[in-house]
């Protein structure tokens, strides 16, 4: 099984929806592929509460997945392991994201193969509302998913 990994700064909001979202689609659409999610920067999300934002696991359930937000888990911290054992990785905000890989995982981004990383330009809540941002990302899932499903090497 492969790994996309999709990155955000606190693994609570965009990244999370993204990897849900491809979770539930990968088996009929994505075979061979499972997502995971971290944040670069979780100590930053000092104002999120719970387990992850209502508005992402509303619009998984609008999207017809049964997602519990009680029984969801905590964001999860970005580990250079984790890049490690990525196939492919996708940060979600380009201006956001790189300079927080630049800074906090600087000897993995200078090692890393450029083709096994790309970023999107979705922005957080406080510059774009998720009843925007949010099809945004499942626009791009889909998409993703289309490319992953016709890849049958490592990216």
Not at 115 to 137: Q, T
Request: proline share 4%.
């Amino acid at each position: 099984m492969r790994t996309v990994l999709f990155l955000c700064t606190g693994n609570y909001y965009r990244s999370r929806f993204a990897e849900e979202l491809f979770n539930f689609s990968a088996l009929a659409a994505c075979s061979g592929w499972t997502a995971a999610s971290r944040g670069l920067a979780v100590d930053l999300g000092v104002h999120n509460v719970g387990p992850i934002a209502r508005s992402a696991a509303e619009a998984l359930r609008q999207r017809g997945m049964n997602f519990d937000l009680l029984a969801a888990r905590s964001p999860l911290q970005l580990e250079a392991a984790d890049l490690d054992r990525a196939d492919h990785i996708v940060a979600l905000k380009k201006a956001e994201h790189l300079p927080l890989l630049r800074e906090r995982f600087s000897g993995w981004l200078n090692g890393a193969n450029p083709g096994r990383i790309e970023y999107w330009h979705i922005d957080d809540v406080d510059r774009m509302a998720p009843a925007k941002a949010l099809p945004l990302i499942a626009e791009e899932v889909e998409a993703l998913m289309k490319r992953l499903a016709g890849t049958s090497v490592r990216l």
